[in-house]
């Protein structure tokens, strides 16, 4: 029997979800929900319905996990709970200061209604979380490094596109690479935030506007440029199409530590990620860990849970002799 998934959101996250389903036999879609007029919403798979969200409490017994897909600012701190009343939930919420908040509000609603609620599963937070864990707990002293990119930031691209006089925009973020060096040589230095990243500009400004003053803007804007060394490039909407249509990304986690009696002995773990597509690669990590929900609240497991709280075997299709055999 598939594992009947429904989809929460269409936009660049929604269908590469419905893309990674396409991969995966074991599970399938059954809906997708919008807050537009779904007669608007085309999607790619055929007959699959699309409806309004007000509908999604009425398919509560024709669905296993419900993937939210809607933004971390303002969508998934109330969806995510809120659908947690009716079924096993997994989102992508990404705001890492607000996770434990959001935790203690969606875990509730999970454990009164007896669902899973799986969040903040992506890449960052999520692969590289795991990540982060696994490489502490193997070399205790040491030190963490986060790098990411290069790749597209939506969130300071729609930053950038707020500005007075921005027609459009895309923003580029991008490891340090001399940084990236001393990290990998065991030096173990300390980074401020602008030895770490830089951030490139892509910029269409609007007919007659003041460059000069879009320039400033960004490059002053508090916690989104103003710590950075940061490059604004204006060009024309042709050139933006032609060369900054895609939503690449990626990244490196980094532990640095010793070992020995007298810590004589270094080492590095690393883990890297290079993506064509931020949003099919988030999308394709969302749907291994709703089968883990679906196994998992299968199993009379209820309440929230994070990525720390998944044993691997759940995230594969194959049975556990199959694990052993093949890739243990």
Known sequence: MSIRVGIMGYGN????????????????????????????????????????????????????????????????????????????????????????????????????????????????????????????AIL????????????????HSDAIRRVEGVANGKQYTVPVETALERVRSGENPELSTREKHTRECYVVAKEGADKAKIEAEIKNMPNYFADYDTTVN???EEELVKNHAGIPHGGFVIRSGKTGWNEENNHIIEYSLKLDSNPEFTASVIVAYARAAYRMNKEGQKGCKTVFDVAPAYLSPASAEELRAHLL
């Open 13 to 136: 996250l929604g269908r590469g979800i419905e893309c990674a389903l396409k991969q995966n036999a074991d599970m399938e879609l059954v809906a997708v929900f919008t807050r537009r007029d779904p007669k608007t919403v085309q999607i790619l798979s055929e007959n699959v319905n699309v409806y309004h969200v007000d509908d999604a409490p009425k398919m509560k017994d024709e669905i296993d996990v419900m993937i939210m897909c809607g933004g971390s600012a303002t969508d998934l701190p109330k969806q995510t709970k809120e659908y947690a009343q009716y079924f096993n939930v997994v989102d992508s919420f990404d705001t890492h200061a607000k996770i434990p908040e959001h935790f203690a509000a969606v875990d509730e609603a999970a454990k009164e209604n007896g669902t899973v609620a799986m969040i903040s599963v992506g890449w960052d937070p999520g692969m590289f979380s795991l990540n982060r864990l696994y490489a502490n």
């Open 140 to 155: 205790p002293s040491g030190s963490d490094y986060t790098f990411w990119g290069k790749g597209v930031s939506q969130g």
């Open 234 to 236: 204006f060009i024309t």
